[in-house]
């Protein structure tokens, strides 16, 4: 055998907030991304506060068409060029593509009665263009990208009447593509919910008389979204017994710093968090420490009746992550430098490189991650984000050396190949992203990570052409030789 087993779906991943751009076109509803603020003042490593949206932001948001400092509202328009786009991710030979469908395309607020048939409409061309290019699509249904509405009226996913609302949206997507999708998966890094609980939940912190109110809410909201997930699965299964059916969470494997028992804890504490998720997905329920936790802060999670046996009953088929960094936790954080990024802060791993945004670059973590996940669950595993945001320069001849993604996606790929040597099940992999896009946390076209270059800068100037990167050849020689020659 060889080092990826045969029909590996390898491919590429975008979500349609950040691609889609046409805000506000054909009938689509606002969503949280579409009121997300570019902010080029603030330090590009600061998670916290470039993902943060205040009430006051909101409000200044929906008084504005403003694309600009808007950037997830035009995207890169793959809404009038996903044809285009398409043919360039088959002429790369992919085997899948992952997207995730705009609910407010689909239901403008989340809460009529019918669908907006100009979005469905939208989203069947594109997969019958996928088809067409011989490529399977890997379809979200909610990417950070959930009606406004359910923020400016209620308390996002708190409120429990979102649950509804989103399964009666699931169950017309599965409805209508029941032919055309196969794999689908709910939510995208439903772990996030605490990293930014706007985007994900559409909790606003500062509607809550405290911290501890706020994080409340949050669990609140994940209850539901984990309860949603699970009846969205049994209507899928009811719809088309042939639907795959995946969760997504962002693996984020923690180190201890040495092997003082003190250091080995607190990283437990930290893994153990992330499997919470997966936990309750996939074995169906929540861990005994998760719910002590709860009663100790004097937490009241509403569990309707019925809810329990519905996380149990409605598991998933397969598990995706995204995978970009490790991190390491120390009894003496206080006195080690500290690294910033997306996805967490920690301590700075002194072995490992770090990106212009502060992620620390980590192959190895993949394949540990990957055989973590693999013994804890024994699930086929979907690697459907990994990614170097980088901000590629365009040589004078419109050429663009993008060497160290080549050289990033060697060194990860390799360490796949080693965890499926060491038994793993893997499914395949979809790049972070293939074409250049908004990024989610800092809203700037200038953090690159396609195969293929989008002439736009973070002010939305230039042509939004295509051009192919060096890495467009390499991975279409990776996919013809099933990664045989990296
Ligand atoms: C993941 C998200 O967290 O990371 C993507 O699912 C996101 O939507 C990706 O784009 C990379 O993050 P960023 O902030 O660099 O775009």
């Known amino acids: 055998m060889g080092k990826f087993p045969a029909g590996f779906l390898w491919g590429g991943a975008v979500a349609a907030n950040q691609c889609e751009g046409a805000w506000n076109v054909d009938g689509k509803g606002v969503s949280v991304a579409d009121v997300a603020r570019f902010k080029p003042d603030v330090d590009k490593k600061d998670y916290v506060a470039q993902w943060h949206t205040s009430p006051a932001d909101i409000e200044a948001a929906l008084k504005t068409e403003n694309e600009v400092y808007y950037p997830k509202r035009h995207g890169i328009d793959f809404y009038h060029h996903y044809k285009e786009d398409i043919a360039l991710f088959q002429e790369m030979g992919f085997k899948t593509f992952r997207m995730s469908i705009a609910w407010t395309r689909i239901f403008p607020n989340g809460i009529e009665e019918q669908p907006n048939e100009k979005g469905l409409q939208f989203y069947e061309d594109v997969f019958k263009e996928l088809r067409k290019a011989h490529i399977e699509p890997l379809v979200t249904l909610s990417h950070y990208e959930m009606p406004l509405y359910f923020v400016t009226h209620g308390e996002g996913w708190a409120s429990r009447e979102v649950v509804d609302h989103f399964v009666r949206y699931a169950e017309v997507c599965f409805n209508r593509y029941k032919d055309l999708v196969k794999y689908w998966l709910t939510f995208n890094e439903i772990d996030s919910v605490f990293r930014h609980p706007f985007t994900t939940v559409g909790i606003v912190e500062e509607n809550y008389p405290s911290k501890l109110k706020a994080e409340e809410a949050i669990y609140k909201a994940l209850h539901h979204q984990l309860v949603a997930s699970a009846l969205a699965t049994k209507l899928a299964r009811q719809i088309n017994p042939q639907f795959q059916i995946g969760c997504m969470v962002t693996k984020t494997m923690t180190y201890p710093e040495t092997c003082n028992p003190k250091d080995i ?70 006195q080690r430098e500290k690294v910033g990024g997306n996805l967490a802060t920690g301590v700075k791993n002194p072995y490992l490189p770090t990106s212009e ?26 690697i459907v984000e990994n990614g170097l945001g980088y901000n590629d320069q ?11 993604r080549i050289e990033y996606f060697q060194s990860h790929f390799e360490q796949i190949a080693e965890a499926i040597a060491d038994g793993v099940e893997v499914m395949g992999y979809t790049s972070w992203a293939c074409i250049d896009l908004v990024s989610a946390s800092t809203s700037q076209m200038s953090k690159r990570y396609g195969f293929i270059y989008v002439d736009l800068d973070d002010y939305n100037q230039g042509s939004g052409a295509r051009r192919k990167k060096k890495s467009f050849d390499w991975y279409k020689q990776v996919i013809a030789t099933n990664g045989e020659d990296l």
């Open 265 to 334: 804890y607190l990283a437990q504490k930290d893994n153990r968090m992330n499997s919470l998720y997966t936990d309750v997905q996939v074995r169906g329920e929540y861990p005994r420490w998760i719910k002590k936790e709860w009663s100790d802060k004097g937490f009241e999670i509403p569990m309707a009746a019925g809810d329990e046996e519905i996380l149990k009953l409605h598991t998933v088929d397969f598990i995706s992550f995204s995978y970009y960094m490790s991190m390491v936790q120390s009894v003496h954080a206080d």
């Open 357 to 382: 945004w502060g992620w620390q670059i980590d192959p190895e973590g993949l394949k540990i991650s990957l055989i973590d996940l693999y013994d804890r669950y024994q699930k086929p595993l979907w």
């Open 394 to 404: 365009v040589n004078p001849d419109g050429t663009i050396d993008d060497d160290y």
